[in-house]
Antibody, heavy 114, light 107 residues
Framework: EVHLVESGGDLVQPGGSLRLSCAASGFTVGNNYMRWVRQAQGKGLEWVSLIYSGGSTKYADSVRGRFTISRDSSKNTLYLQMNSLRPEDSAVYYC????????WGQGTLVTVSS | EIVLTQSPDFQSVTPKEKVTITCRASQSIGSKLHWYQQKPDQSPKLLIKDASQPFSGVPSRFSGSGSGTDFTLSINSLEAEDAATYYCHQSSSLPLTFGGGTKVEIK
C-alpha cells in the first residue's frame, strides 16, 4: 500500500523559510514524477512545482526563485524548500504523483503571518 | 496558461439523480484532462484520468467524456457519499492548472 506523508508545515513570519517533506512508502520517489499542489483556505487547487523522474524541475510563476523542489532517494522523500514566504503562500500543501498513480498525501498546513 | 472553466459552480441534487459537470479548456488539451473529487478536510481523490479512463476502485457511476476543449464528468444515480467538490485538471502543458471546482450538495 502506498502512503505519502507530508510534514514541516508551521506558522512563519513573512520573509521566513520552511522546508516541507513528503515521505513515501510503497512507492519510489526517485523513479517517478512528483509534484506539490497547494490549496488556500476555502479556495481551489494550485500547482506549485514538479520534479520529473530524470530530475529536472518546474515551478509556477508565483513561486519561481523562492521555492526549490528536491528529493532524497536514500530517504525516499520529496522536499519543498520555501524561502521569502509571503502571506499569499498560506495554504495546505499536498505532495502527489501524476495521474498514472493518482496518489496524494494528506497535506501540511503553512501559515504565513506576523 | 491554459484556463479551465467549470460549470456549474454549485449544484444541489437529490439522491439517484444524474449530475453533469462540464470543464472547458481555453485551448486544445487533447485528452490530458483529469477529474478529482475532494471532500471537506480530505485530500483530492482521482476519479477519471485522460478524459475517460476510470481510476482504480472508482465506482462505475462516475464517467468522463470529451476531448480537445470540452469535457464532461457524469455521476449516474447520485449517492449521499458523493457530496463533494469536483475539480478538473489539465496536464497537457505547464503550468499545470485546475478548474475552479463544482460543489455538489445533496438535497
Amino acid at each position: 500500500e502506498v502512503h505519502l506523508v507530508e510534514s514541516g508545515g508551521d506558522l512563519v513570519q513573512p520573509g521566513g523559510s520552511l522546508r516541507l517533506s513528503c515521505a513515501a512508502s510503497g512507492f519510489t520517489v526517485g523513479n517517478n514524477y512528483m509534484r506539490w499542489v497547494r490549496q488556500a483556505q476555502g479556495k481551489g487547487l494550485e500547482w506549485v512545482s514538479l520534479i520529473y523522474s530524470g530530475g529536472s524541475t518546474k515551478y509556477a510563476d508565483s513561486v519561481r526563485g523562492r521555492f526549490t523542489i528536491s528529493r532524497d532517494s536514500s530517504k525516499n522523500t520529496l522536499y519543498l524548500q520555501m524561502n521569502s514566504l509571503r502571506p499569499e503562500d498560506s495554504a495546505v500543501y499536498y505532495c502527489s504523483t501524476d495521474e498514472t498513480f493518482g496518489f496524494w498525501g494528506q497535506g501540511t498546513l503553512v501559515t504565513v503571518s506576523s | 496558461e491554459i484556463v479551465l472553466t467549470q460549470s456549474p459552480d454549485f449544484q444541489s441534487v437529490t439522491p439517484k439523480e444524474k449530475v453533469t459537470i462540464t470543464c472547458r479548456a481555453s485551448q486544445s488539451i487533447g485528452s490530458k484532462l483529469h477529474w478529482y473529487q475532494q471532500k471537506p478536510d480530505q485530500s483530492p481523490k482521482l476519479l477519471i484520468k485522460d478524459a475517460s479512463q476510470p481510476f482504480s476502485g472508482v465506482p462505475s457511476r462516475f464517467s468522463g467524456s470529451g476531448s480537445g476543449t470540452d469535457f464532461t464528468l457524469s455521476i449516474n444515480s447520485l449517492e449521499a457519499e458523493d457530496a463533494a467538490t469536483y475539480y478538473c485538471h489539465q496536464s497537457s502543458s505547464l503550468p499545470l492548472t485546475f478548474g475552479g471546482g463544482t460543489k455538489v450538495e445533496i438535497k
